[in-house]
Nanobody
């Protein structure tokens, strides 16, 4: 089974940056999701198994960048120009498919990390 271990969450002022990391054994598509209090988990960004195709939620497009290293065992989310509405628990996830727009869908991810808190102050 795929195991995922996240790191990099913390406190940051609005307009600042954070980089999240997720150590995982998956070579398939992977993604970041987030969940704020009282809200359902929402899609943030996804990346194909080889890193050549990426997908972003409209709310983070142009501000966040998803990537994975050459060994395909670490997933990253570079978050720039952070806003208070980005405050949430961020989760990394691993899919059973390698690429395609289906990677935007929560149901495609059977494996999840424990989550890391990101708090953006105004």
């Amino acid at each position: 089974q795929v195991q995922l271990v996240e790191s990099g969450g913390g406190l940051v002022q609005a307009g600042g940056s954070l980089r999240l990391s997720c150590a995982a054994s998956s070579s398939n598509g992977m993604a970041w999701f987030r969940q704020a209090p009282g809200k359902e988990r929402e899609f943030v960004a996804a990346i194909s198994w080889g890193g050549g195709v990426t997908y972003y939620a409209d709310s983070v497009k142009g501000r966040f960048t998803i990537s994975r290293d050459n060994a395909k065992n670490t997933l990253y989310l570079q978050m720039n120009s952070l806003k208070p509405e980005d405050t949430a628990v961020y989760y990394c996830a691993a899919s059973l498919i390698r690429s395609g727009p289906q990677l935007r869908e929560t149901q495609r991810y059977p494996y999840w990390g424990q989550g890391t808190q990101v708090t953006v102050s105004s």
